[in-house]
T-cell receptor, first 113, second 115 residues
């Protein structure tokens, strides 16, 4: 079974630039999550989708971050404009449904200079 | 707000030593508890989970954890570690029966096992 795919794996940008991350969940998984993991901390949920609807985006900085999952499969997370404090690993996870085990992708390591 | 505390940030052990990693959470209601592991260069993966029932949970690779409700704890144990257990370990919690499946993670414990 293929796992959660993410791209790119690494990204370096300058502050105030824009960046987008892509996630392809495990086939058939209805629930998709984006987490932010800052160095030395545990992952923090940014947004959770159930199919193509948002379930929880309470910790998403909506002035600069946006995410979508238009067809209920792939998802993109965008940061515009980026700040230095956005440097982190962005993890995508998926689960069969909202109450099930979450499977994590390899993450995208973002460095903002 | 829910939070998860992992008191050991770095642990160094020799092979065959016993391991116990502490995890405490702050939430008075029903919770589901998890331990995730991240081996060097690999994804986060589930080690074990507790939803209900027997508070002593067994996971993969000989790991186990005990849920002690009165202490709000879910400590991870392994009687004899191996070099291949070198990894970062995360405790996580979510609300049982909640509307979302949001996981609240601790800050992680980096375990180094010396051969």
């Amino acid at each position: 079974e293929a796992g959660v795919a993410q791209s790119p794996r690494y990204k370096i940008i300058e502050k105030r630039q824009s960046v987008a991350f892509w996630c392809n969940p495990i086939s058939g998984h209805a629930t998709l999550y984006w987490y932010q993991q800052i160095l030395g901390q545990g992952p923090k949920l940014l947004i959770q989708f159930q199919n193509n609807g948002v379930v929880d985006d309470s910790q998403l900085p909506k002035d600069r971050f946006s995410a979508e999952r238009l067809k209920g499969v792939d998802s993109t997370l965008k940061i515009q404009p980026a700040k230095l404090e956005d440097s982190a690993v962005y993890l995508c996870a998926s689960s069969l449904d909202w109450g099930n085990e979450q499977f994590f992708g390899p993450g995208t390591r973002l460095t903002v200079l | 707000a829910q939070s998860v505390s992992q008191h050991n940030h770095h642990v160094i052990l020799s092979e065959a030593a016993s391991l116990e990693l502490g995890c405490n959470y702050s939430y008075g209601g029903t919770v589901n508890l998890f331990w995730y592991v991240q081996y060097p260069g690999q994804h986060l993966q589930l080690l074990l989970k507790y939803f209900s029932g027997d508070p002593l949970v067994k996971g993969i690779k000989g790991f186990e954890a005990e849920f002690i409700k009165s202490k709000f704890s879910f400590n991870l144990r392994k009687p004899s570690v191996q070099w291949s257990d070198t990894a970062e370990y995360f405790c996580a919690v979510n609300r049982g029966g909640g509307a979302t499946n949001k996981l609240i993670f601790g800050t992680g414990t980096l375990l180094a096992v010396q051969p």
